[in-house]
């Protein structure tokens, strides 16, 4: 079995059906695939009669629950098996030969899976019962999010557990998007950052790791052109979000913040000057 599997299928087991569940098997039409690539088909029917077919050619066996073992007994003409269970859904039966650690059987129900990629099934099985949401870095590698609080952003918030493309939880760490870090701690997201790109006066390009996506504040962390922390004072002309014109950094956060008080005063003003303008314009249309 793949070593993906092999991660995955521990944190699916409570989500396993059980063999005494022969609703789950009879009557369905299964596919095991042997060593040398062929193709079984296998049908349980109710009578405890086994049809298996290899190309074209039937034989009949037969098949036995044994209960309290969770196992199957299965003869089939040519040898009798003994199968414990390792993992039940509809589209997937893994089943393990008694007695041997690495010796699965596997059997696929080739109505749900018709492609039989019971590795692609898995792992939609966990992403689902997980409830969980895919989104990419700036990379475009694949990640995934738990929606716990949040059930219609596809992107993720505060507390939401974050797991990589092979449905590993990552337990620390950053993440890298278009607009945005995501720092995750013991498995989920602990905070935000907002990407911002500049260019100072003296045309240097930084990158401003911004805890509000529409401010520049104290403590946010500032990039050099390699993605370094720099240090020193740098100036913005125009000015940047929030009417800032100068940072003073010190080990890569920001210290201090100066605004352009003039803009500030021109903007507050104007923002004066529409809401006077609405309200005196409700008043006249209430009478």
């Known amino acids: 079995m793949l070593p993906y599997l092999k991660s995955l299928l521990p944190r ?17 039409p299964w596919v095991m695939i042997d060593e040398n690539k062929d193709y079984h088909s296998y049908t349980f029917h109710k009578d405890g009669r086994l049809i298996m077919s290899l190309n074209g ?26 199968l414990n269970q390792v993992f039940i859904q509809d589209g997937l039966m893994l089943l393990k030969k008694d007695g041997m650690a690495d010796a699965f059987f596997t059997l696929i ?8 990629d019971c590795e692609k099934y898995l792992t939609n099985l966990f992403v689902k019962k997980k409830n969980l949401s895919p989104f990419r870095d700036s990379k475009q590698k694949i990640y995934y999010h738990s929606m716990v609080f949040n059930y219609t952003n596809p992107f993720p918030v505060l ?34 950052h907002f990407i911002g790109k500049y260019q100072t006066k003296e045309n240097l390009q ?8 529409d401010r520049i ?24 979000p929030n009417w800032v014109r100068q940072i003073e950094v010190r080990n890569g956060a920001i210290v ?5 008080r003039k803009d500030l005063v021109f903007a507050l003003i104007a923002l004066a000057f529409v809401i006077i303008i609405i309200s005196i314009f409700v008043i006249s249309t209430s009478h």
């Not at 050619?57 to 003994?82: A, P």
């Not at 129900?109 to 039989?116: A, E, R, Y």
């Not at 760490?173 to 013991?186: L, R, S, Y």
Request: net charge negative.
């Open 12 to 28: 699916l087991q409570q989500y396993s059906k059980s063999l005494d569940q022969t609703s789950v098997f009879i009557d369905k």
């Open 57 to 82: 050619i039937v034989q009949i066996g037969k098949w036995e629950y044994l209960i309290g073992s969770e196992s199957l007994l299965i003869d089939r003409v040519k040898d009798t098996v003994l």
């Open 109 to 116: 129900n080739k109505k749900v899976i018709p492609d039989l």
């Open 159 to 192: 507390g939401d557990e974050i797991f990589d493309e092979k449905l590993e939880s990552i337990k620390d760490g950053t993440i890298f998007t278009n607009d945005k870090t995501i720092n995750v701690v013991n498995g989920k997201v602990g905070s935000f």
């Open 206 to 213: 930084i990158t401003i790791l911004q805890s509000a996506n």
């Open 217 to 240: 504040s104290n403590f946010d962390i500032v990039l050099g052109e390699d993605g370094d922390t720099i240090n020193g004072c740098l100036s913005f002309d125009p000015v940047i």
């Open 256 to 260: 201090k913040v100066k605004r352009n």
